[in-house]
């Protein structure tokens, strides 16, 4: 094996224990009152929400910084955020259609938030596929705000129907730290993936 193939090769060992840990966190984690065992996928799903947006934020902060600044070492830093964020933020996706299947036996597919949550998702794929295209630095820097603009003009005004609203601040204390705990899973998870999305393309 040759010095560049050592160069890209990077320790899958963080992801499985971090795997490992996420598992053991839902085993431990409370049940809750009405929805009983329930709340053990609404746990991953909301972390992995939290993490979706928190990561498409700081790809934003991140990539409008590289475009004022113009530092072409930042760029590829930039592209690997953006594109992980995405992939995180799907994530939550899917997660919040398995806990809907899991605790109401389907998937609100007509819920405002749901659909605003899908079109954010298309608006994210889209922003990544102008950017292949644009040949500026500075421009695709930009466009890694678009995501989050579209989450603000969707997102949060969009009125919940059948989703229910958050009850992390007036839950049981057991239950907010099982909330805060996966989500700084999930943000270890986002961490390694970027890492590891760094290592794989560096020529």
Not at 148 to 159: E, P
Not at 179 to 189: E, K, N, Q, R, T
């Amino acid at each position: 094996m040759n010095s560049k193939s050592k160069d890209k090769k990077f320790p899958i060992w963080p992801l499985i224990l971090i795997l490992a840990l996420w598992v053991v966190a839902v085993i431990i984690a409370p049940e809750e009152k009405s929805l009983k065992a329930g709340i053990k996928p609404v746990y991953v799903h909301v972390a992995l929400t939290w993490m979706g947006m928190l990561s498409l934020s700081i790809s934003a902060i991140l990539g409008l910084y590289g475009a004022f600044t113009k530092n072409k070492n930042l760029y590829r830093w930039i592209y690997i955020v953006f594109g992980v964020s995405v992939g995180i933020y799907i994530l939550g996706y899917f997660s919040s259609m398995i806990s809907s299947y899991i605790n109401w036996g389907g998937v609100p597919f007509q819920e405002p938030r749901f659909i605003s949550t899908l079109n954010v998702i298309i608006a994210s794929i889209l922003t990544g596929g102008i950017m292949l295209l644009v040949p500026w630095d500075i421009v695709k820097s930009a466009l890694t705000a678009f995501p989050v603009l579209f989450i603000f003009l969707t997102i949060q005004t969009d009125r919940m129907v059948l989703h229910p609203d958050s009850a992390v601040e007036s839950a049981p204390l057991g239950i907010r730290l099982s909330f805060y705990g996966m989500f700084v899973i999930a943000l270890l998870f986002y961490v390694w993936w970027v890492f590891y999305i760094e290592r794989l393309t560096r020529k």
